[in-house]
T-cell receptor, first 113, second 113 residues
Framework: EDQVTQSPEALRLQEGESSSLNCSYTVSGLRGLFWYRQDPGKGPEFLFTLYSAGEEKEKERLKATLTKKESFLHITAPKPEDSATYLCAVQIAGGTSYGKLTFGQGTILTVHP | NAGVTQTPKFQVLKTGQSMTLQCAQDMNHEYMSWYRQDPGMGLRLIHYSVGAGITDQGEVPNGYNVSRSTTEDFPLRLLSAAPSQTSVYFC????????????FGPGTRLTVL
């Protein structure tokens, strides 16, 4: 069964304290791994797509990396406005699940000033 | 572009009532989907559509109906609401079925009493 596990469940950082969020996945064949940010009361907002092991993408203070079994979202010198829930999702290649996104539970990030 | 829009934002129903959650997108996306988000369960796929006139079930389709008569609209119908359908519902769209990021709407918070 396809599984996506995110850790930690919650992370509290001081402003400027860099850290990483983890997304481990077990799937039959990966078409893509997606990172989203979700603010309270809003829909998920797309951040990155990673397609193959070794790929990296960056946006402002965020950097996403991918290996064959996990992805990391690195946050460098975070600011309070980076506080949100970060969701990881995988899309399977082929089979009956084709196109469907399987989400992890999310990591709640809180950045204190 | 308005992106993905959903109405209503909030809704309270009594057990047994029916209603339709509206979803529209103005990006000419072929792929549209409905998810529900519950605490501790993450986002789960209800139904999806790969184009006008084509729909299919996701992982939690029971109690829900969909149709796709136009590219823009993808309504979700609750046939006979149950308390177990209390959740936050998100509609999403993407350019194509596989490998492309999905853009989410702002969500509908539904309570069934």
């Amino acid at each position: 069964e396809d599984q996506v596990t995110q850790s930690p469940e919650a992370l509290r950082l001081q402003e400027g304290e860099s850290s990483s969020l983890n997304c481990s996945y077990t799937v039959s064949g990966l078409r893509g791994l997606f990172w989203y940010r979700q603010d309270p009361g809003k829909g998920p907002e797309f951040l990155f797509t990673l397609y193959s092991a070794g790929e990296e993408k960056e946006k402002e203070r965020l950097k996403a990396t991918l290996t064959k079994k996990e992805s990391f979202l690195h946050i460098t010198a975070p600011k309070p406005e980076d506080s949100a829930t970060y969701l990881c999702a995988v899309q399977i290649a082929g089979g009956t699940s084709y196109g469907k996104l399987t989400f992890g539970q999310g990591t709640i990030l809180t950045v204190h000033p | 572009n308005a992106g993905v829009t959903q109405t209503p934002k909030f809704q309270v129903l009594k057990t047994g009532q029916s209603m339709t959650l509206q979803c529209a997108q103005d990006m000419n996306h072929e792929y549209m989907s409905w998810y529900r988000q519950d605490p501790g369960m993450g986002l789960r796929l209800i139904h999806y559509s790969v184009g006008a006139g084509i729909t299919d079930q996701g992982e939690v389709p029971n109690g829900y109906n969909v149709s796709r008569s136009t590219t823009e609209d993808f309504p979700l119908r609750l046939l006979s609401a149950a308390p177990s359908q209390t959740s936050v519902y998100f509609c999403a769209s993407s350019y194509s079925l596989a490998g492309f990021e999905q853009f989410f709407g702002p969500g509908t918070r539904l309570t069934v009493l």
